[in-house]
């Protein structure tokens, strides 16, 4: 018997809630990036998705939920992208390149939350940052793995000062593409910061 999924059963008021959520959430990132999260008020949120400022809290309980929504989800992105990787057939150094590349199509389509995740970190809750600092550990524990296969005789702290170099550099994409606003940034910037994470990590 063919089943069908929950988003196909939807009434169009459920669909169109679960939209305005994620606009809400794409939208949150751009202004928050933008001018930061105090520089945003709910009447900012509200109107970049179309509704009234107060219309936030159907949403979200407040402007700082909806900044651990953006940056809890990204974490968890990152980790279940990170885990499919590793868990894909091919040798550490397939993973690898595989792991900075998954990490480069990121910080390339998530430039925004970089940028919020760098700066308005402080802002979340207690639990929401709690919970972003262990996804990002159980992250970061994935290219250690890989590395530590690489380069066996590296301690365990090496190998984490070299992941979080990696990571310094793929995430410097938010600062760097404004300058290259001209260019191909698929043809131009996925391959650079690919290429040089790849030799950080090797050196």
Avoid: C
Wanted: no cysteine; aromatic share 4%.
């Amino acid at each position: 018997m063919a089943t069908t999924s929950p988003a196909a059963e939807a009434t169009p008021r459920e669909r169109a809630k679960v939209d305005r959520h994620d606009a809400l959430l794409r939208e949150a990132a751009r202004l928050f990036a933008a001018t930061g999260f105090d520089g945003v008020s709910l009447e900012d949120l509200g109107a970049a998705v179309g509704i009234t400022g107060p219309a936030v809290y159907r949403h979200f309980a407040s402007k700082r939920a909806l900044l651990g929504a953006i940056l809890v989800r990204a974490s968890e992105d990152l980790l279940r992208g990170g885990q499919a990787v590793v868990n894909e057939p091919g040798d550490a150094e397939a993973h690898l390149r595989a792991l900075v590349g998954f990490h480069v199509r990121f910080a390339l389509a998530d430039a925004d939350v970089i940028r919020v995740h760098d700066r308005d970190l402080p802002h979340l809750s207690d639990d929401d940052r709690h919970r972003v600092r262990r996804l990002q550990r159980e992250y970061v524990e994935l290219w250690i793995a890989v590395l530590g296969v690489l380069h066996p005789d590296l301690s365990a702290d090496e190998l984490r000062v070299r992941a979080h170099a990696g990571f310094g550099l793929i995430n410097s994409t938010p600062y760097s593409v404004r300058a290259l606003a001209t260019m191909p940034h698929d043809a131009v910037v996925q391959d650079v910061l690919a290429a040089m994470a790849l030799a950080a990590l090797h050196v």
